[in-house]
């Protein structure tokens, strides 16, 4: 499975820590995204970014943050202000604005002991 | 903004049968639905989409219809085999101007041999 890697593939916090999630792309895609993935609901959109270094605010936003730097890296920064951060991470990408297929990353499962 | 509401969160069939999954929409400007399957611990993966100028679209043992007046498209699976055991999310986009999906909550399908 190559294209888009997240790392790492289970993360473990305290509460109070901030924590960063990787994921990079090989595809040139323009377009990427992070969702969560809660159990029964579905795939929440956190944060999305249309071109380097502009970001957009999806359904979730709160507590967390994004920077978009790179084409190929869009890194998720979990804080201490989200409340419930212990979810099934997912970050996407696609060609771009133009509707199509999202291609998705493995996850990381992040766990707030 | 956009909702999707998918039904039934969850399908259990025996190999062989079929299955199928719906999905209603509200914004009458969509134009794409993708669908997704995620296997358990994986990532989701595009298996079928439909755009709004056709009515069905069929790929094997997979089709989709998509019904705009009624603002609803629908996921068939034929001759169900226990591979095809996952949850499945439909999405619907407006293609143009911003590309962001909205999600159903997803289903799963389980298929006993």
């Known amino acids: 499975d190559g294209g888009i890697t997240q790392s790492p593939k289970y993360l473990f916090r305290k509460e109070g820590q901030n924590v960063t999630l990787s994921c990079e792309q090989n595809?040139?895609?323009?377009?990427m995204y992070w969702y969560r993935q809660d159990p029964g609901q579905g795939l929440r959109l956190i944060y999305y970014?249309?071109?380097?270094?502009?970001?957009q605010k999806g359904d979730i936003a709160e507590g967390y943050s994004v920077s978009r730097e790179k084409k190929e890296s869009f890194p998720l920064t979990v804080t201490s202000a989200q409340k419930n951060p212990t979810a099934f991470y997912l970050c996407?990408?696609?060609?771009?604005?133009?509707?199509?297929?999202?291609?998705f990353g493995p996850g990381t499962r992040l766990t707030v002991l | 903004g956009e909702n999707v509401e998918q039904h039934p969160s969850t399908l259990s069939v025996q190999e062989g049968d079929s299955a199928v999954i719906k999905c209603t929409y509200s914004?009458?400007?969509?134009?794409?639905f993708p669908w997704y399957k995620q296997e358990l611990g994986k990532r989701p993966q595009l298996i079928i989409d439909?755009?709004?100028?056709?009515g069905e679209k069929k790929d094997q043992r997979i089709a989709v219809t998509l019904n705009k007046t009624a603002k609803h498209f629908s996921l068939h699976i034929t001759e169900t085999q226990p591979e095809d055991s996952a949850v499945y999310f439909c999405?619907?986009?407006?293609?143009?101007?911003?590309?962001?999906?909205?999600f159903g909550r997803g289903t799963s399908l389980i298929v006993h041999p």
């Open positions: 996407a990408s696609s060609i771009g604005t133009v509707a199509n297929e999202q291609f």
């Open positions: 999405a619907a986009s407006i293609q143009g101007g911003s590309y962001i999906p909205t």
């Open positions: 595809l040139n895609h323009d377009a």
């Open positions: 439909i755009r709004s100028n056709v």
């Open positions: 914004d009458s400007a969509s134009n794409y």
């Open positions: 970014s249309q071109i380097v270094n502009d970001f």
